[in-house]
Nanobody
Framework: QVQLVESGGGLVQAGGSLTLSCTAS????????MGWYRQAPGKERNLVAY???????DYVDSVKGRFTISRDNAKNTIWLQMQSLKPEDTAVYYC???????????????WGQGTQVTVSS
């Protein structure tokens, strides 16, 4: 099985920065797309950014120019550097990944447990 563990959330003032990290553990034999989603209270969970194994990436319009997603395939880790944070960025941020584990070599979708990001005005 695969487990995704996020870290790096916290409380920051508007205009500040945070960097989230997500590391996948387990008997991983392959990884494809990895990304970050977020869910604000009372709202749906939405994609923030994704990055493919070859480095192709994209962002939701509201974070373009402020957030940067990066990836280390050897470490099965992705990061989300968040700058110029706004109160509307407040949400639980979830890591998501398509990965294959050694027990069946099938690509499956996995979620992390989430990390809270709170931006105060």
């Amino acid at each position: 099985q695969v487990q995704l563990v996020e870290s790096g959330g916290g409380l920051v003032q508007a205009g500040g920065s945070l960097t989230l990290s997500c590391t996948a553990s387990g008997t991983i034999v392959g990884s494809e797309i990895m990304g970050w989603y977020r869910q604000a209270p009372g709202k749906e969970r939405n994609l923030v950014a994704y990055i493919e194994r070859d480095g192709s990436l994209d962002y939701v319009d509201s974070v373009k120019g402020r957030f940067t997603i990066s990836r280390d395939n050897a470490k099965n880790t992705i990061w989300l550097q968040m700058q110029s944070l706004k109160p509307e960025d407040t949400a639980v941020y979830y890591c998501n990944a398509d990965m294959a584990a050694a027990h069946d070599f099938r690509i499956r979708n996995y979620w992390g447990q989430g990390t809270q990001v709170t931006v105060s005005s």
